[in-house]
């Protein structure tokens, strides 16, 4: 409050539920006193519309507006909420309310970090008026430092607030099969520890069986200890709903029948807006009978009034229940006293991933109700694969790194270039959080090749003074730079290297600390015992194992003697984590600097192809040139270190900038934007790109100068459009009706055009189209119900009604770039005809 009174911007970094909403009504209160104008900014519609009704309650409903892609109510208000892209747009296009805004809150600006959104934040940061007062809130970030610096290198002084301290205590326990312990104990160490600890290369291999009994197994322990309200988070719409299914077939209730009474009475409002063929297709039947029992899901495929109803019964002590995917957790309010994880892998799109530190921190951070509980409770159910020491870990705090995902996309650019020369929009790339951590990056880099020139200047002082014939380095330069030897050559170098495997062997000894690979993965560890046939190791991930030598891919390199607390069984676990994180100090250097890096590769890299200039060279004619290349592994893994290193300072210098002018490139090879002197002229395509903020901006402003998108109906204008939302759930079934496939095959072919000329570019700027939306987005249109556009798109029904949101916003983009055009009018019509359905 003192920091904004003074005229300085604020960042709030604290955990989930410590109260940093308290700092942004403080900036409302702020601007309401001096007649200036708050915009309030979440990431999601849902947070928007929950700020929008918490704010209204507060200070009235003439003081506060709502803004969102398909929403505007009382948009002249004091207080405008809206979502991120909603006041990047007026930022970008130099919108007249602009001048008016005295307050800017970022909500949730870790999701800075997104790779499809984040960008946005970073935009906005940019690009508001140094008059404007900004605050940013945010979840517990290990580089706050970091963020902190940037965010004053481009807005100025900025007040930092932070807090690892939860106004609700949190305990943390795992539920075993039969009770619920805890994670920690007194002192913080580890209380739970399995017999079998997996780790995350578990991660791909998911276990089979059926859940339900478990989860009710859970739900009993939790109940019986008083732990609910409750929120059970599953990585799965379909999990979500199966696990009330299950608890619908077992006969559970969780309410009293005056409590199912209330819901009941709430239910049937929601049931009077619903057609009956509306109902029976967001099986409405099913989620009244889950709801008066005290349980429900809460996610993204869902009907949005049925997914609020859980919101609003869970927030009056109504519900005792919910089975939720990860969205839950984005700041959507539903406190709870106890939140359950049913899993620490979760699917990620594209594999089954650990969940990270910081996502796992605002998942248990819905646990806790302040006013109502004394403390809140994390419960970890532990599975077969659950990798404790991962859950230690993230359990104990520990956060993650907020990494930038800023890129230029091509409306910024064109904007950008509308009111900035060349070289000033280029500068404002140069400005983002993405560049600012490629150039901290960049003093890493340049110190680490710093220790590299000063390592290889010993090395190869030591390698040429070995050979009175010539200069040894010279020659293994040469070695490098030579191709792919004969077969006799490789065959002879890999018997060569098998026996220096076996002479390592030979030769190993207790307390040495050795570099080694196995099956082509490098690990370092120190050899407690020798026997005829094996050594015992332990490594430096505190590991204690055997080793023979077929397991073995490379020789084992000494690294030096070691002192092992040997009055101390190394069968104690804490024991293995000393010597491991001695051992982790002992090769620090060797680690950073890929010393032994070579020990990963194969064989073959010791047999290159001879030739006249490696011939000529003094050193390959002495006796002991193979002596030599051996002795010189290590200048030539250091060779090769640094070439990747300049390669990577390379391509980090300027490399936002970098990207900006390959936007641009592919922008001008389009014919959207021309040079005139240090100014960019915005050809026809260009100046509609201003408008359209979308994954496929280029690729939407392309096809609308096809001529088949003009002579489609409103209703077909409508479902063509949803293709361009990118919508990875829609399926690849392209669209029956000629007209349809036609359009869409126009759209398939400029994406191909435009793919290619960003290949050319070095650059990936555009969504995937996907036409399984079309026939479903072109019934509702002509009138069709939802049951329909379900049937017709398989998609989930909360899918349909998010997708028919965002085209309606891409649809308002369009009317407003064709205003005065056949676009404007079709769009306009294609709107209307999809706001008829009211869902939200």
Known sequence: MTALGKGRDVFVSAPTGSGKTVVAECAVEFALASSSRCIYTAPIKALSNQKFKDLQARYGEEYVGLVTGDVVINREAQILVVTTEVVRNMLLTRDSEIADIGYVVLDEVHFLGDPFRGPVWEEIILQLPGSARLVSLSATVANIDEFTSWLRSVRGTTEVVTSMVRPVPLEQFVATKRSIVPLFDDEGGAAFRPQRSATNEDAGRRRRGKPAARRRQVLRMVQERGMLPAIHFIFSRKGCDQAVADLLDADVFLTSKAESDQIRQRLATLTASLSVADARTIRFGFWAKALSRGFAAHHAGMFPAIKELAEELMDAGLLKLVYATGT???????????????????????????????????????????????????????????????????????VDQLMSAFFPSYNTVVNLLSYYTYDQARAIMGQSFAQYQKNADLGQIE??????????????????????????????????????????????????????????????????????????????????????????????????????????????????????????????????????????????????????????????????????????????????????????????????????????????????????????????????????????????????????????????????????????????????????????RFASQRPRDPQLRAAWERIEANMEDLVARESAAGIVRTGVPTPGGIEAFTLLASGADLEAAVASSRLAVGDIVNANRRLIDILGQLVDIGSDSWLGESAYQARELLRRWDWN
């Not at 979760?346 to 806790?368: M, P, S």
């Not at 380095?473 to 026996?499: F, I, M, P």
């Not at 490594?539 to 030096?560: A, K, P, T």
Request: negative net charge.
């Open 328 to 398: 839950l957790a984005l700041g959507v309010d539903m406190p709870v006293r106890t939140v359950i994880i049913e899993d620490l892998i979760k699917w990620n799109g594209e594999d089954f991933v650990a969940i990270g530190a910081t996502e796992y921190t605002q998942l248990i951070g819905r646990a806790g109700r302040r006013g109502k509980d004394s403390h809140g409770n994390a419960v970890v159910v532990a599975t077969p694969d659950l990798d404790v020491d991962h859950l230690l870990r993230i359990g104990s705090g520990e």
């Open 447 to 728: 110190a680490k090749l710093g220790r590299i020139d000063r390592r290889i200047a010993r090395i190869s002082q030591t390698l040429n003074a070995s050979c009175e014939l010539g200069s040894v380095t010279e020659y293994l330069d040469l070695l490098q730079a030579a191709g792919r030897a004969s077969k006799a050559e490789r065959r002879r170098a890999k018997e060569s290297y098998k026996q220096e495997i076996d002479d390592s062997w030979n030769a190993v000894v207790t307390g040495m600390l050795y570099a080694f690979a196995r099956g082509g993965e490098l690990d370092y560890g120190v050899v407690l015992s020798i026997s005829e046939r094996k050594i015992r190791v332990v490594d430096i991930y505190g590991e204690l194992f055997w080793v023979r030598r077929d397991d073995l891919s490379s020789q084992l390199r000494e690294l030096g003697f070691f002192d092992i607390p040997f009055g101390r069984s190394v069968r104690d676990r804490q024991v293995r984590n000393d010597i491991a994180e001695l051992i982790e100090d002992r090769v620090a250097e060797r680690v950073d600097l890929d010393l032994d890096a070579d020990l990963e590769r194969s064989w073959d890299r010791h047999a290159v192809r001879t030739s006249p200039v490696l011939e000529a060279h003094p050193v390959h004619s002495c006796p002991e040139r193979y002596e030599h290349r051996r002795a010189g592994s290590e200048y030539m893994t250091l060779m090769d270190r640094k070439r990747e290193l300049l390669q990577l300072r390379d391509s980090y210098e300027g490399s936002v900038a970098r990207e900006f002018d390959a936007t641009v490139s592919v922008l001008e090879n389009l014919g959207y934007l021309r040079f005139v002197d240090d100014r960019v002229k915005l050809g026809v395509g260009g100046s509609l790109l201003k408008g359209i903020h979308s994954e496929a901006d280029a690729l939407t402003v392309m096809c609308m100068s096809e001529p088949i998108f003009a002579e489609l109906s409103p209703a077909k204008f409508a479902g063509v459009c949803s293709a361009l939302l990118c919508d990875r």
